[in-house]
C-alpha cells in the first residue's frame, strides 16, 4: 500500500525544481517562477493517468470530499448513503457540508451492499457515497443505476483505491465525482494530500473556486480576481505537488509489485479451510494493496489478529476493533460529542441513524482481517510471510475446533 516506502531520488529531484525558484505556492508569482507549476503539472498527469477530463489537487482528501460535496451541491438537511466500513473522513465530510450521514451495511466485497442502499433511500437522500476500501472497488453497475434510478448524485471515495479501475474504467471516474487521498499512508503520497476528478467542467471549476476562498483564477493579479462563490483555503503547496508527481510516475511499479506480493500471499493462503476471501467485483482492478479474508467466526479472527501480532506478522488488521474505520467504535458519534453545536436537526438524524445496530455488517467485519502488502518484500520474504500466516492461522483453526 505506502508508497512511502519508495521515496527516492526522484522525489528529491521534483522538490528541489521548487526550492530552486523558493516559489512554494500553487497560484501567482508568473515572474519569478520560473515556469514551474508541480501542482498544474500533477493535475495533468492525473487526468491522463486516469483518463478524466479534470482534476483539482487539494491539501488532504477529506478537504477533496468536503470540496467535492460543495461543487456537487450537497449541503443543509440533504442525506447521503454511505457505508459502515470506511476511514471517519469520508463521515466527517458529509458532516462538513451540514449535511446527513445515513450509514448502511456492507457485504462480502466489504463496500457498501446495493439492497442496503436502495432501502436507505428517503425523499432527502441526495447522494450515494460508495467507498472503495482497502484497495479494491464497490459494486459500480448496481450502485449507478440506483443513482440512475432515483436521481442522485453518486460521489465515490477512492482515496484507498487510487490506481484501481472497474470494467476498464479507473474508479473515481465512474459516478459524478471522485475523490483520491494522497496522505503519507495512501498507495502514493504527496505527504499530505488529495484530488477531486470530474468529467463535468462545472463541478471542476466549482472545486478550483472552492478550494481557494472562491478565487475565479480568471486573470493573473489574485488581488483583482472576483470571487463569485464562498469558498475555503484547502490548497494544496508546490511541494506537497512535487512529492506527488514523482510518486504519480511510479504508481504503475508500485500496483505491479503490490499484486504480485498479494498472488503469493494469496496462494499461501487459499487452500486452508475454513479461510474464505473479500469479493471483489473486477479482479482484473484490484490494486492488491491489501489481501483481505475471513475466518469463521469472530473469536478465531481476534485471535488469529493477535497471534499473527504476536508472531511478528505485522501489517495485519482487525477492523472491527479499530476506533477509526468502523462504526462499532466510533465513541464520538455513539455519545453525540461534537466541538461546535450542530445544527439541531443534523443533530437529531445523525444519532438517531448513528445509534442503530448494524448486525449484517458486524457478521462479516467481526470475521475479517485485512493484510498490507509491503512494496520492499522480495519474492522470498512474501513467501516466507505467507507461509507463517498460513501456519498460524491453521493452528488457531484447529485449536478452536477441539476446545468447541
Ligand atoms: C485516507 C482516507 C480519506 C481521507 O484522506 P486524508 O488525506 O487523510 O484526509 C478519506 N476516505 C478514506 C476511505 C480514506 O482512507
Wanted: with cysteine; charged share 20%.
Amino acid at each position: 500500500m505506502p508508497g512511502y516506502e519508495l521515496f527516492g531520488a526522484e522525489e528529491r529531484k521534483e522538490v528541489n525544481d521548487v526550492l530552486e525558484t523558493g516559489i512554494l505556492m500553487r497560484y501567482g508569482f508568473d515572474a519569478v517562477r520560473k515556469d514551474v507549476w508541480k501542482a498544474k503539472e500533477l493535475e495533468e498527469e492525473i487526468c491522463k493517468t486516469f483518463d478524466v477530463a479534470h482534476a483539482q489537487l487539494l491539501s488532504s482528501g477529506t478537504a477533496a470530499l468536503t470540496t467535492a460535496m460543495a461543487a456537487l451541491g450537497i449541503g443543509a438537511g440533504d442525506e447521503v448513503i454511505m457505508p459502515t466500513f470506511t476511514f471517519v473522513a469520508s463521515f466527517e465530510a458529509v458532516l462538513s457540508v451540514g449535511a446527513i450521514p445515513v450509514m448502511v451495511d456492507i457485504d462480502e466485497t466489504l463496500t457498501l451492499n446495493p439492497a442496503a442502499v436502495e432501502n436507505a433511500i428517503t425523499s432527502k437522500t441526495k447522494a450515494v457515497m460508495p467507498v472503495h476500501m482497502c484497495g479494491s472497488m464497490a459494486q459500480m453497475d448496481e450502485l449507478k443505476a440506483i443513482c440512475d434510478k432515483h436521481s442522485l448524485i453518486l460521489l465515490e471515495d477512492a482515496c484507498q483505491a487510487i490506481g484501481a479501475s472497474y470494467k476498464g474504467k479507473s474508479v473515481g471516474t465512474i459516478g459524478n465525482a471522485g475523490t483520491f487521498s494522497f496522505d503519507f499512508v495512501k498507495i502514493i503520497t504527496c505527504a499530505e494530500g488529495g484530488a477531486v476528478i470530474t468529467n463535468s467542467q462545472e463541478v471542476y471549476k466549482k472545486c478550483d473556486e472552492y478550494s481557494d476562498h472562491g478565487h475565479d483564477h480568471m486573470g493573473k493579479d489574485r488581488g483583482a480576481d472576483l470571487h463569485p462563490y464562498l469558498g475555503y483555503n484547502y490548497r494544496i503547496s508546490e511541494l506537497h505537488a512535487a512529492v506527488g508527481l514523482a510518486q504519480l510516475r511510479k504508481l504503475g511499479s508500485f500496483l505491479k509489485t503490490q499484486k504480485h506480493n498479494h498472488d503469493i500471499i494469496y496462494d499461501c493462503l487459499k487452500n486452508i479451510e475454513g479461510v474464505s476471501f473479500r469479493q471483489i467485483p473486477d479482479p482484473a482492478g484490484n490494486t492488491g494493496s491489501f489481501i483481505s479474508f475471513f475466518l469463521p467466526t469472530e473469536d478465531i479472527a481476534r485471535t488469529c489478529a493477535t497471534e499473527l501480532a504476536a508472531n511478528g506478522v505485522a501489517g495485519n488488521f482487525y477492523w472491527y476493533d479499530n476506533n477509526w474505520h468502523y462504526i462499532r467504535k466510533w465513541q464520538h458519534l455513539q455519545s453525540g460529542s461534537w466541538m461546535h453545536r450542530l445544527h439541531e436537526d443534523q443533530k437529531l438524524q445523525v444519532m438517531h441513524y448513528t445509534n442503530q445496530a448494524f448486525p449484517a455488517s458486524d457478521a462479516i467485519m467481526s470475521r475479517c482481517i485485512s493484510s498490507s502488502m509491503s512494496l520492499l518484500w522480495t519474492e522470498t520474504q512474501a513467501r516466507e510471510r505467507g507461509q507463517k500466516m498460513a501456519a498460524i492461522i491453521k493452528q488457531v483453526i484447529a485449536n478452536h475446533a477441539v476446545t468447541a
